[in-house]
């Protein structure tokens, strides 16, 4: 697919309310249906950033994500986001991207945010994902990775499409607006961050900034700061790799091994 259209949610989330904030979603993912390809959330969309794990995660299995994917097909759109997740006694901020063919895709938080005492609640993940979709490679990561390029690198534009989904803070806001910008340069890529507003239960107060930057750095698509709302823009694969092509920096990257 060649082009391929990206839908960010800017949104409030109720705290620890998993029942409230998926009829909340059911409701804007009947208004995306035949508009988009792929819906983005924000972290932990369904409770917030809540270090209530024990009491909140659920398995892959679970009631949250056995309905996202029903949503997926009935609705013949991509889903992705993150939610509190349990596997084998352990407890992760767990990235998804739910396909409406019925695939499923998994990534665990690696840098788990030691400012919020998250790696006191929560295993960090050690493998990277890269998800095919349609033509096109994705990369999903979660809020605090944004912070560690090495991870994000773009090592031989292996993937196309780079997606943070989070919950940051009003006081750090300029870092998130900077480094979004930074990721689209230095790995030659599609970047789309999703952030939520509104305030939680530990409360910090969240402004959005939810943005699409293109490989030149530029601002494709974003939301108005402080509201809830939805922005679909659409990327084009072959205006990337003909900028790859032009102006191939990626040849001459450092090659990182972790």
Not at 96 to 107: A, K, M, R
């Amino acid at each position: 697919m060649e082009s391929i259209r990206i839908s960010i949610i800017q949104t409030d989330i109720v705290w620890e309310n998993k029942q409230e904030n998926l009829r909340l979603l059911h409701e804007k993912l009947q208004s995306l249906c035949g508009i988009t390809e792929i819906v983005v959330l924000p972290e932990m969309f369904s409770t917030g950033f809540s270090m209530q794990s024990k009491i909140l995660a659920e398995p892959n299995s679970g009631e949250t994500i056995t309905t996202l994917k029903q949503w997926a097909a009935k609705f013949q759109l991509a889903i992705c986001g993150s939610y509190i997740a349990t596997e084998n006694e352990q407890f992760y901020n767990r990235a998804f991207f739910l396909t409406p063919e019925g695939e499923e895709f998994y990534y665990d938080k690696r840098h788990l945010f030691r400012m919020g005492r998250e790696a006191e609640h929560f295993s960090a993940g050690d493998k990277r994902l890269i998800i095919p979709y349609h033509g096109w490679h994705i990369c999903l990561l979660v809020c605090y990775d944004l912070r560690f390029p090495v991870w994000s690198r773009n090592i031989g534009n292996e993937y196309d499409l780079l997606i943070y989904v989070a919950n940051w803070p009003i006081p750090r806001r300029l870092a998130w607006d900077t480094l979004l910008r930074a990721r689209a340069l230095e790995n030659q890529c599609y970047v789309c961050g999703v952030n939520r507003v509104g305030t939680d239960g530990y409360q910090l107060s969240y402004n959005g900034g939810s943005k699409v930057y293109s490989a030149f750095g530029e601002e494709i698509g974003s939301f108005p700061d402080e509201k809830e709302g939805i922005t679909t823009v659409r990327l084009n694969l072959t205006t990337l790799n003909q900028f790859r092509e032009k102006f191939p920096v990626w040849k001459d990257a450092d090659e990182f091994h972790l």
